[in-house]
């Protein structure tokens, strides 16, 4: 069984290396990925902080962008529910699994195949995230929490 799955890991590494690198997918968010949106037990809500956290990995780029995108999410989680203790979770949380070399989701540059490491984005590349993100931006102005987004919209 182990060994079945080594294997199937290996392939999606493989495939992955063989995926086209200008490739960039429209902008996805799922908010605060494994955490919770809000909190259950009150008003406070960071949601926000993770969907403006989520462009900047979706981009990606270079690794000081990364450390300035997950430190400006523990300060708007910070002020968004009044807890240094959660943010500091949170930070840690995205320091330890949103390296781009981790196969997952929610890593930096998840717009990008898997495989892409830090760097920066050429200009075209720049040019069409930016695109992308505008069209992102324009459909959801108020950066809304996709479990808050309406069915109509």
Known sequence: MRKNW???????????????????????TDGCSLFPNRSPFGEADWCHCCVAHDLVYWRGGIEEARLDADRELEACVQKASGSTLLANVMFAGVRIGGSPYVPAWFRWGYGWPYGRPYGLLTPQEEALASSLERDYRAKNPMLACPDRISANE
């Not at 080594?6 to 996805?28: Q, R």
């Open 6 to 28: 080594l294997t199937a890991c290996f392939m999606a590494i493989l495939l992955a290396a063989c995926a086209s690198p200008n490739k960039l997918d429209p902008v996805t």
